[in-house]
């Protein structure tokens, strides 16, 4: 099983990134796919998932509309699409198989830093 996020860096305030997580080794499309964030000095904390074939979506409450998960189950990626970028939304993004407790594999992370 392998995850490999991409698309972080710095960012200003109000700007946009789209992060992507390529996977192998799993099937894919039969998997729920998770983001989940980790700011400096603070524990990890859970983005959004997206279930499988049907494509819905979960996000936590605070980031609805700003960060939106989809899903190329053709190319085995996931995608986070940020919008409208904040101080507070600097962290390292990491892709999960899994959903909440069932998350099971992680990526080694991307950075995302919005400064000015």
């Known amino acids: 099983v392998q995850l490999v996020e991409s698309g972080g860096g710095l960012v200003q305030p109000g700007g946009s990134l789209r992060l992507s997580c390529a996977t192998s080794?799993?099937?894919?499309?039969?998997?729920?796919m998770s983001w989940v964030r980790r700011a400096p000095g603070k524990g990890f904390e859970w983005v959004a998932d997206i279930q499988t074939t049907d494509g819905n979506t979960y996000n936590r409450d605070d980031v609805k509309g700003q960060l939106t998960v989809s899903r190329d189950n053709a190319k085995g990626t996931v995608y986070l699409q940020m919008n409208d970028l904040k101080r507070e939304d600097t962290a390292r993004y990491y892709c999960a198989r899994g959903w909440g407790p069932t998350k099971d594999s992680w990526g080694q992370g991307t950075q995302v830093i919005v400064a000015s």
């Open positions: 080794g799993f099937y894919f499309s039969g998997t729920y």
